[in-house]
């Protein structure tokens, strides 16, 4: 018997995958085996699963299960197995031609691997920011730092990297209309952006890769762009494999591909610089959280003059949140500082203006009081 060109999954894996797949388990009387089985149109389709690799015939048994699962879902063995394994993460991989030898210049391989990053912690910090504005940067933070870079794989040049997500609680596997984790949503908006430029930049797909709520917004525009400038090739393979326990928003799948044509670069450029053309008025008032305290080193340092007193202020501005940098008089950082320490909002008058990519107020008045 030829030997299987797949990785053999582990069978708790196995198992765990084709409940999340729809399959029903029962007993046998054999205590180390499962019978789980699924209706596939006309037919009843049945394999029996080892709960160890210790138990009978469980390698040809597990093959036999990924190559039944091949067939249904219509791919090979190797992806079904890599799908098993990948349970708990969402999977993005990328695909470049390989210019010499099954490899890329390095520039390159740095290039993607910073602007993946980038990317990533961008759609996590829009993602957070819906929900957690006074955290989403430390959040995102977190969030990247939690991702993996898996092995890179055959065929042409290529870039793994994995998305936490973990498992779905049993208890929840039936209730599909359960809420997922923050982690898939931030691999949604991703997706959704992609799909939105791997066709046509239309009318109607420029809508939805720019929505605040579900799309690009310009930092991750801006990183987007920045890739396929950097990867020196006419087109960039995205290619997704989520988890199956959690099941994808309805106008997305499990297993996604896009082929994004370099050349579309400059319009993605110019789309984040429009995004970024927010109109501010010559003279505002702005709300929100402090983010962050100027002095890195001793931010609870409120009597020095000579020091920078800069607080960044995520400001709720429509339907989205914007960092806006603000100097502030001794007596208003102090404000500023407590805000941080409590937090709780602030109110700052001043003049916008911008500075490189983001705002900055130069005069301002806290309209905020804290008692000491």
């Known amino acids: 018997m030829s030997e299987p060109t797949f990785t053999m999954p582990q069978p708790g894996l196995l198992r765990r995958y084709l409940r999340a797949r729809g399959w029903r388990a029962s007993k046998l009387r054999i205590p180390s085996l499962e019978l789980y089985s699924k209706d596939e149109g006309s037919s009843h389709i049945e394999v029996v699963v080892p709960e160890t690799t210790a138990a009978p015939q469980a390698e040809r048994r597990i093959r036999h299960a990924v190559e039944t699962l091949a067939i249904i879902e219509d791919r090979s063995a190797i992806d079904v197995s890599a799908a098993i394994a990948g349970l708990g993460f969402d999977a993005l991989r990328e695909r470049l031609p390989a210019d010499f030898r099954n490899t890329i210049l390095l520039p390159v391989a740095e290039t993607v691997v910073t ?15 819906k929900t957690e504005v006074n955290r989403s940067r430390s959040a995102a933070d977190l969030f990247v730092e939690r991702c993996r870079f898996g092995h890179t794989f055959k065929g042409s040049f290529g870039f793994s990297i994995h998305s936490p997500i973990g498992p779905r609680p049993a ?23 992609l799909a939105s430029i791997s ?22 525009l801006d990183n987007l762009a920045g890739l396929l400038e950097g990867v020196r090739s006419e087109a960039l393979t995205f290619e997704f494999e989520l988890s199956a326990e959690w099941p994808p928003d309805v106008d997305l799948d499990l297993h996604s591909t896009f082929v994004v044509a370099t050349s579309i670069a400059p319009t993605v450029r110019e789309l984040a610089a429009k995004l970024r053309e927010t109109v501010l008025p010559s003279a505002s008032v702005i709300r929100g959280f402090v ?26 501005a429509t339907d989205h949140m914007l960092p806006v940098r603000v100097l502030l008089s001794p007596a208003d950082y102090r404000v500023a500082w407590r805000a941080h320490g409590l937090h709780v909002p602030v109110e700052v008058e001043g003049e916008i203006e911008r500075a490189g ?14 008692p000491e």
């Open 291 to 316: 983010t962050k305290l100027a002095n890195a080193d001793n931010p609870a340092d409120l009597e020095n003059q000579k020091g920078s007193r800069e607080v960044t202020i995520a400001w709720e």
């Open 199 to 220: 066709d046509t930049l239309s009318s109607k797909r420029l809508a939805v890769l720019s929505d605040p709520s579900v799309g690009f917004d310009a930092d991750m």
């Open 115 to 129: 602007r993946n990053r980038r990317l990533l912690h961008a759609a996590a910090q829009a993602e957070f920011a």
């Open 357 to 370: 990519r983001g705002f900055i107020i130069r005069r301002s008045k806290m309209l905020t009081s804290i």
């Open 171 to 193: 208890e929840m596997i039936a209730d599909q209309e359960a809420d997922p984790p923050a982690e898939r949503l931030i691999v949604q908006r991703v997706m959704r952006g």
